[in-house]
């Protein structure tokens, strides 16, 4: 591998070739010597006796790990020793990260994301400033040295953000559409999605399961569409009859949603199905009971009933709150399933802290 500059092995050969003219004139053998080693040196690029005295060691090294990287790369790519100290990198990864020193300094980058690992590879993103980077790690064959290469991933994932952000706004959207008709305010559904998610974690569902609950929950009155308005808007109590048809909003909700396959309406079928069902199987569409219930219809049917008392409407006043709590101890096992129950009553002020959040 080289380790002279350019100019050194120009200098070399213009030196070597008078000097090979002097030692031919001056039929000097040592001269001629030198002559031949200074042209040869120059022409190979590279100089033992550099080397010995480590006279451009690092133009030497970086050349060697130049040597080990694809020719054109654009984006950043690190080397790391055993050590995990940065022992080189590319003109892209020192504009990205120009303090960048270890391996330990890469991950304290924050949101540095694990997306995968296997024996001689592991996969990770990280962030710097707006732009987001994945990178691959390597471990180089032959060397004691890992390569982590770079990829500007950021309008991938922006990309795929505003897809999520699209997603979320029409959910939001078609679940104010079914409250709408039946006299609720955009912001109930909003506290349902806070709320769910609240309960989905204290649960021990995991953040991504409950990320999905607070999207798909404000979508569970969305089979309202269908319920006629002489039904939806009548006055006083609803008969036998119209109660039957009030109830079907929970199977056309779900039938509305569970052909597509994405997560969100996945779940928002689920949401949809399920909300009305009670934990001790009086309920409906189906009458299921129990664990039978996905979690995310129990989470939803206990929120939406806590927050239609707990909170104020146009048409009615809030509960007080001691009211609410002790119907949620009433219905403990009967409507609600009771660990859900007990799980909000524990942490009620969080709960109570979303409510006034969003208030209508
Ligand atoms: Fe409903
Ligand atoms: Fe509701």
Known sequence: MSNLFTYENHARLLLGMALLIYAVTAHSWIMGAMAVMLIYTGAIRYCPVFHSLGI???LAEQRFHLSLLPGHNPEPVYLFNKQGELVFRNNSARDILPHLRSLEDLH???????????????IEGFRDGDKRYLLHYQALENTDLIAAYGFNVTELIEANEEIIET?????????????????????????????????????????????????????HDIGKVAIPDSVLNKPGRLDAAD??????HASIGRDLLCHSDRPILQAAAIVAGQHHEK????????????????????????????????S????????????VVQLLREQRGKHFDPVLVDLLLDNLDTFL??????QD
């Not at 109660?243 to 079907?248: G, L, P």
């Not at 104020?312 to 009211?323: I, M, N, S, T």
């Not at 802290?353 to 969003?358: M, T």
């Open 167 to 219: 997603q979320k706004e029409l959910v939001y959207r078609m679940g104010e559409i079914g409250e709408t008709r039946s006299k609720e305010t955009g912001n109930h559904v909003k506290r349902v999605a806070e709320y769910s998610k609240q309960l989905a974690l204290l649960s021990g569902l995991s953040r991504d399961q409950a990320e999905l609950l607070k999207m798909a929950s404000p979508m």
């Open 56 to 58: 451009n060691r690092e």
């Open 243 to 248: 109660w039957e048809i009030m109830k079907t």
């Open 353 to 358: 802290a979303i409510r006034d959040q969003h």
């Open 279 to 310: 934990w001790d199987g009086n309920g409906y569409p189906d009458g299921r009971s129990g664990e039978d219930i996905h979690i995310y219809g129990r989470i939803t049917a206990l929120v939406d009933v806590f927050d239609a008392l707990a």
């Open 108 to 122: 304290d980058q924050n949101d540095l994301t694990d997306f995968g690992r296997g024996p001689e590879y592991a």
């Open 312 to 323: 104020a409407r146009v048409y009615k006043q809030a509960w007080p709150l001691e009211d």
